[in-house]
């Protein structure tokens, strides 16, 4: 496997942290797996390299006399994955897929316990060796959140995407549970749902279980002459150790398990964005697979 390009995104983004407010950086490895229709029926088998990089830059930072912060941001994702499959498998999935999107942010208190938080950026997501303006996509969100108390934050709202053409508008629900102390857990949900619980066990180690981790990858391409979108959804958890180099720098190492990796490719219309959220007849998955991974992160 060719690691020529992801070790070229992992040295770029890691000299890149010294200017950063936050960032992380991470390789992920997925074992091989089967590869299923919706009957059931093995068609083939894959595994998959993932490098990730994420970076918030600050803009703007001010809090107001109740100690309510204000601010805007850049937020800067770059996502590289090779897939290695077989059968049926190879012909489905793309061979290397790129992420990247660039986001300006903004959060500002409103009344009361209410603040708002609203996103618009745009992105190229694409098959590396069939990247055009069809590959540029947008995307934005708008939510409204109400803050409970220290611990629990619940929201609502909207998010953009022109994913399948023409850029459609559908309902978010925000929520946020973080409980900290000696043993710290957290829920997050913002479209895709995050659950961890973790431990310092002094000021240079920490234990972290993700219980369940949620995300994917999206690829614009051209199947039978005509553009199509490629998507793939992932369920993940693990178990990792972090170690603290400074207060704000740590390197973690961890493994687990990826329980589900869909895929699927359907004609860029509106009507199969509606279709691929709740119909499932004509998607593929990989079956559960090993997972190792390793990373930095900065500013968390």
Not at 218 to 239: E, H, P
Not at 252 to 279: D, L, N, T
Request: proline share 4%.
């Amino acid at each position: 496997m060719d690691m020529k390009k992801p070790l070229m995104l992992f040295i770029m983004s890691l000299i890149a942290f010294t200017a950063l407010s936050q960032g992380s950086l991470s390789i992920d490895r997925f074992g091989y797996s089967d590869f299923r229709n919706s009957d059931g029926e093995r068609v083939g088998s894959g595994s998959m390299l993932r490098t990730k990089a994420e970076m918030t830059l600050p803009i703007k930072m001010k809090r107001d006399e109740a100690n309510r912060l204000s601010a805007w941001g850049i937020r800067i994702n770059a996502d590289y994955s090779r897939l290695n499959n077989s059968e049926t498998a190879a012909m489905l999935n793309p061979h290397e897929i790129l992420n990247t999107s660039i986001t300006l942010a903004h959060i500002r208190p409103l009344a009361g316990r209410w603040s708002m938080i609203a996103a618009l950026g745009v992105g190229i997501y694409a098959p590396t060796n069939y990247i055009r303006w069809k590959s540029l996509l947008g995307n934005g969100i708008a939510l409204f959140i109400y803050k409970i108390n220290d611990e629990l934050s619940l929201g609502f709202g909207g998010g953009l995407t022109n994913s399948y053409g023409p850029p459609v508008v559908m309902p978010m629900a925000y929520v946020n549970w973080q409980r900290k102390g000696r043993y710290q857990f957290t829920v997050n949900f913002t479209g895709h749902l995050n659950v961890t619980g973790s431990t310092k066990l002094d000021d240079r180690w920490k234990i972290t279980c993700t219980a369940v981790d949620m995300d994917g990858i999206t690829a614009v391409l051209v199947r039978d002459g005509k553009t199509k979108v490629y998507s793939s959804t992932m369920i993940k958890s693990d178990l990792s150790v972090s170690y603290y180099i400074t207060p704000q720098l740590s390197f973690y190492v961890g493994g687990g398990c990826v329980w589900r990796r869909s895929s699927r490719i359907a004609p860029r219309r509106i009507e199969e964005f509606f279709k691929g959220m709740f119909a499932s007849s004509d998607k593929y998955s990989f079956g559960p697979s090993m997972r190792l991974n390793a990373g930095f992160r900065y500013g968390f």
